[in-house]
């Protein structure tokens, strides 16, 4: 099947840095990708679509300048959490659909990013 | 907005026993995806159900989506513990799978 990469895996930093977390498709090319949250034990809360050569949709509620996104090419998308705090902690997991012929509209999903900020 | 909701949140069988998880939409559902997380992992896709009634089997698993396109349920028979994990339903609204609504989840633990 597709796969997705993520990094990094984890990453520890201190209030106020910014993060860069990158989302790749490694087999196949994605014109979308999607950016979720995920909470212990809790669902995936979608916080954005990122469009290759467009700007990024954002969810209701989700801050455009403190998540930026840029998806660059039809195999990378990226987040960057700027000036960090603690309540963003999070595990942060990007998917890609593979909108080719044949596809059936799944997701799949990168292993994700547990973000700590001290 | 719209909003999908599973039961139950978490369910402990006994390997060998059947476990369901049911999955609920406020409003109807263009079709409906199923994914599965290990513990530790991220979500996996399971099977994706367009059409009205639709029942998919999947070995031991059988997926069901409501008449009204509003409902769906995953159906384990005889659990292992491999099947320990998360299961989410996700719903597309749009027709397009430009944007799916994950479900609240149920956690299954499966014990010998």
């Known amino acids: 099947g597709a796969v997705v990469s993520q990094h990094p895996s984890r990453v520890i930093c201190k209030s106020g840095t910014s993060v860069k977390i990158e989302c790749r498709s490694l087999d196949f090319q994605a014109t979308t990708m999607f950016w979720y949250r995920q909470f212990p034990k809790q669902s995936l809360m979608l916080m954005a679509t990122?469009?290759?050569?467009?700007?990024?949709?954002?969810e209701q509620g989700v801050e455009k300048d403190k998540f930026l996104i840029n998806h660059a090419s039809l195999t990378l998308s990226t987040l960057t959490v700027t000036s960090a705090h603690p309540e963003d902690s999070s595990f942060y997991i990007c998917?890609?659909?593979?909108?080719?012929?044949?596809?059936?509209?799944?997701?799949?999903f990168g292993p994700g990013t547990r973000l700590t900020v001290l | 907005g719209q909003q999908v909701m599973q039961i139950p949140q978490y369910q402990h069988v006994q390997e060998g026993e059947d476990f369901t998880t049911y999955c609920n939409s406020s409003t109807t559902l263009s079709n409906i995806q199923w994914y599965k997380q290990r513990p530790g992992g991220h979500p996996v896709f399971l099977i994706q159900l367009v059409k009205s009634g639709e029942v998919k089997k999947q070995k031991r698993l059988t997926f069901q989506f409501g008449e009204a396109k509003k409902n769906s349920s995953l159906h384990i028979t005889a659990t292992q513990t491999t099947d320990v994990g998360t299961y989410f339903c996700a719903g597309d609204y749009t027709g397009t799978a430009s944007k799916l609504t994950f479900g609240t989840g149920t956690r299954l633990q499966v014990t010998l």
């Open positions: 998917s890609a659909r593979d909108g080719g012929q044949g596809a059936q509209n799944e997701q799949f």
């Open positions: 990122s469009n290759e050569g467009s700007k990024a949709t954002y």
